[in-house]
């Protein structure tokens, strides 16, 4: 049986590394629930992000917002019963709201990315995870991002 299954919540900050050269990188948060499974690697997790106003070099603030959904491969740590740290993998879709200047667009696609739990108490750990977003809709065209955050999860 593993140590911290059942569901948990978690948030915390992250930055935002847009791949446009005139968009600055900005500082965003994320909310999310999930559930990681008693026996068996994958879970399921929902989320909230908002990744802050990046500026950008003509002028103006690109910023988006909006929901995940993903399958969580847990990768265990050798050490079933304390695992001090577990990796995971995810890979899910994601809708969102872009505020490129005054302008709103909608945009759908898939998400992944990859992180790392590691306990502080029986309940509560410390994650980090770097997570991929595959062209994302503005109004100067597709665009891929990437969002590194870190916070606190909480097993219950």
Do not use: C
């Not at 890979?91 to 502080?120: A, Q």
């Amino acid at each position: 049986m593993t140590a911290n299954a059942g569901m948990y919540a978690s948030g915390g900050f992250g930055v935002t590394t847009h791949e446009f050269v005139d968009v600055g990188d900005a500082v965003g948060y994320s909310v999310a629930i999930g559930y990681r499974p008693t026996y068996g690697p994958i879970g399921l997790e929902a989320s909230f992000l908002d990744t802050g106003n990046a500026p950008i070099g003509g002028g103006g603030n690109l910023a988006m917002s909006g929901s995940t959904v993903s399958a969580v491969w847990w990768i265990r740590n050798w050490d079933p019963q304390t695992e001090f740290m577990s990796g995971y993998l995810k890979l899910g879709l994601y809708d969102m709201s872009v505020m490129d200047g005054p302008s709103v667009v909608d945009s759908t696609g898939w998400r992944f990315g990859v992180g790392f739990e590691f306990k502080t108490s029986p309940k509560l750990a410390i994650y980090t995870d770097v997570d991929g977003y595959g062209l994302v809709d503005t109004l100067g065209g597709p665009e891929s991002l990437t969002i590194w955050s870190a916070g606190l999860r909480y097993h219950f």
